[in-house]
């Protein structure tokens, strides 16, 4: 779902806390983020996401406690992220100038990100 005005650009060395070259970009590196995920109704720091590269551009694995997980892609149009695949669109909202929720099928990742327009009038 692509949202209105502000443009989204995720910020993924956020997630570890720890720039990333190119060389460590190249291999999966996992970090924890909130999720409200399997029924939870509460977000908590409980699940990890992924990052690796792909010929279609960065993915991001989320996994679940319980051994589920979702795929998404970052894209550069504007949405952020989308469903890297299955039938589950990603709907994704701007939740503060540093963070995004993505919904897919009743779960939700909250991910650190940056949006271009943020506080603008």
Do not use: W
């Not at 995720?10 to 399997?38: H, K």
């Not at 109704?41 to 406690?65: M, N, W, Y």
């Not at 990603?90 to 943020?118: F, K």
């Amino acid at each position: 779902m692509r949202t209105s005005s502000p443009l989204l650009l995720l910020v993924l060395a956020a997630c570890s806390g720890a720039p990333q070259d190119e060389a460590a970009s190249q291999t999966a590196a996992a970090s924890a983020i909130s999720c409200a995920v399997s029924g939870a109704t509460v977000f908590a720091a409980r699940c990890h996401v992924e990052q690796s590269p792909s010929k279609d551009g960065l993915i991001l694995t989320l996994r679940h406690p319980d051994g589920g997980f979702r795929r998404l892609l970052v894209v550069r149009d504007g949405r952020g992220v989308i469903a890297a695949d299955g039938a589950d669109k990603a709907v994704v909202t701007p939740i503060a100038g540093n963070m995004i929720e993505v919904s897919l099928s009743g779960d939700t990742y909250r991910l650190p990100a940056t949006v271009r327009g943020a506080g603008r009038s």
